[in-house]
């Protein structure tokens, strides 16, 4: 039996146990001339029978069911509902500072975590209520109690927050970066949704343990449910009956906390195949306001299903991929001519401490051409790529896309300088990325995947966008698979799907990193055959690979790196067939051989 089901299967006995124990109650009640509206009435009743062997059991359950008790339960419920709200917003700001890489911004974060984790939250209460009035600062005491339960809960929440935020893969904000999506976007919709499967324990812990301490705001006099108990007990002591109902009354609260905590669970539970498609028309159309958008991308028009036979039907859905590829390709207005430079780097240099990777790459590409990057691991083909689109920021030296930086600016002193705008830039300049590992969100459907840039970013209407996705992936053969989470797709299908990703915001510029490379040698072939299919329509693309015959084949030319340089360049008759240099000769031979 599975964890959650044991906890599933505790919870219910809970209430059953309960509700036999009140039942056994009742039954002898009756017996004895008691009832049990005499009993949640309050009053003492009968009094012979205040001698008798169950006459501590009526008292227990005439203080369980309480209206006393129970209005000061409903306190502690809001100042730990209150409390916990208000302490996860201010411990996400801090967990963010706590990652953010200014040392200043982490200091203050970290000094008030440690302080406040350091000092009893029982003498917070007491500064907050006695000390701040003489500064001018007056609170009664609910809100004495909210604030310092809050205050209180926002440093241990900023952990919590911090260790979830850390537990997903940092490859996923890279791959929403890609697709223009800036930060708060990104960790909106893509960082948060997965944490929270590390989060939600801990929060839960949490509230139950803030609901158990909100005891302690009776030193401020907050008539909550334990010090309402002690003020039952200070007049009749009645200690055992009373603590004994108060106990049970907390134990139905935290019964609720903790189912709350595991339908939250459930929720953003990854393994979860199942989607309410409402619920995500819903999520897709929702958008937070202020954000720029990039301009909607063009997207190509449907193009009918086929009712003749199979074999005709197939080739209609050949050429049907081949005509959106190509309306994909073709739908913008660039400026930019076909066969006139694209992407143009000059003198780009990168280094990581002493370690210089790039050391003055001079590259054009031009508009409709397939360049392949070939060369030995760490010879810089990868941080170039990823430096086109600003994943990495060049140390030195110029790029431009369609004659317009990605993410700088112009600067007196000739190097252009990074501005604060990047995402906005990436989108503008519609250069799409696939990753090495695919880099699919998580948390997110085939679909949902695809669908996830055209409405963030771009604003397409979710219908228009979810009309292209499904397209996209029947285009690249994954009709069947729309509404499968990553993890049940192979890596060859995973790899399709990040293509279609990548299609979806019609680019003008696809970057491939290796996109076989991970991937078992009889799955290479779903994915090349997808990218050949792409050439064919003419699409821009910057492919590092190490398949040969998909370079000789595909690649209008063929660019050979080591240690930072461009080596030599030219057609794939040039560089593989006939290679000038003898560096890349023995590269093709250790290839070859391999």
Not at 196 to 204: F, H, S, T
Not at 455 to 468: E, I, N, Y
Request: aromatic share 8%.
């Amino acid at each position: 039996m599975t964890r959650f089901s044991l906890y599933w299967a505790s919870a219910l006995f809970l209430p059953t146990l309960l509700s036999g124990f009140f039942a056994t109650g009742a039954a002898v009640a009756q017996t004895q001339g008691l009832t049990i509206q005499d009993m949640a009435s309050g009053l003492t009743v009968h009094d012979p029978y205040a001698d008798m062997a169950f006459g501590w059991f009526w008292e227990f359950l005439n203080y369980c069911m309480s209206a006393f008790l129970w209005e000061g339960a409903w306190v502690a419920v809001k100042i730990t509902a209150i409390s916990m709200v208000i302490g996860l917003m201010v411990g996400l700001v801090l967990a963010l500072m706590r990652l953010a890489a200014n040392r200043v911004i982490n200091g203050v974060a970290w000094l008030y975590i440690f302080f406040t984790r350091g000092t009893p939250q029982l003498l917070q209460l007491v500064f907050i209520f006695n000390a701040l009035p003489f500064i001018g600062l007056r609170f009664d005491s609910f809100t004495t109690a909210v604030i310092g339960f809050a205050l209180n809960q926002a440093a241990f929440s900023a952990e919590i927050i911090r260790g979830g935020i850390l537990s997903v893969n940092k490859n996923q904000s890279v791959a929403a970066s890609s697709l223009g999506m800036g930060p708060f976007l990104t960790l909106r919709r893509i960082i948060l949704p997965q944490a929270m499967r590390a989060i939600l324990p801990g929060v839960g812990n949490d509230t139950i343990s803030m609901l158990k301490l909100t005891s302690i705001a009776s030193i401020v006099f907050v008539n909550e449910l334990t010090f309402r108990s002690q003020q039952i007990v200070g007049q009749n002591n009645k200690f055992f009956t009373v603590f004994a109902a108060t106990s049970v009354i907390y134990l139905i609260l935290v019964s609720v906390i903790s189912l709350a905590q595991a339908w939250a669970e459930r929720r953003f539970d990854l393994e979860k195949d199942t989607r309410d498609e409402n619920a995500m028309n819903r999520l897709l159309g929702f958008r937070l306001g202020g954000g720029e958008k990039a301009e909607t991308p063009p997207v190509a028009a449907p193009v009918p299903a086929s009712e003749d036979a199979p074999d005709e039907a197939a080739a209609l859905a050949a050429a049907s991929t081949d005509d959106l590829f190509r309306t994909l390709v073709n739908a913008e207005a660039d400026p930019v001519l076909r066969g006139e430079p694209l992407v143009v780097c000059h003198n780009v240099q990168k280094e990581y401490g002493n370690n210089k990777v790039l050391c003055g790459v001079d590259m054009t590409v031009k508009r409709g051409e397939v360049v392949v990057l070939l060369g030995p691991s760490g010879s810089g083909k990868s941080t170039f790529l990823r430096t086109i689109n600003h994943l990495e920021p060049v140390d030195w030296g110029t790029i431009t896309v369609g004659g317009a930086y990605v993410g700088y600016e112009a600067a007196p002193g000739g190097q252009p300088r990074p501005t604060g705008r990047l995402a906005r830039a990436r989108a503008r300049a519609r250069l799409s990325m696939v990753f090495q590992h695919f880099n699919l969100f998580n948390h997110l459907t085939a679909l949902e995947n695809v669908m996830e840039a055209p409405v963030r970013v771009f604003g397409v209407p979710p219908a228009q966008a979810r009309d292209t996705a499904q397209r996209l992936l029947a285009a690249v053969g994954l009709q069947n698979h729309v509404n499968h989470l990553p993890h049940r797709l192979s890596g060859g299908q995973q790899q399709r799907v990040a293509i279609a990703r990548a299609l979806a915001i019609s680019p003008r510029v696809m970057l491939f990193d290796e996109p076989t490379s991970a991937l078992d040698p009889e799955l290479v072939g779903e994915v090349l055959s997808v990218m050949r299919k792409l050439a064919d329509a003419g699409m821009t693309m910057i492919v590092v690979t190490h398949e040969i015959r998909f370079a000789r084949e595909v690649a209008d030319r063929v660019v050979f790196m080591d240690g930072g340089v461009v080596v030599e360049e030219g057609t794939p008759a040039e560089v593989i067939d006939n290679p000038r240099q003898e560096r890349t000769k023995r590269f093709l031979r250790a290839v070859s051989h391999g």
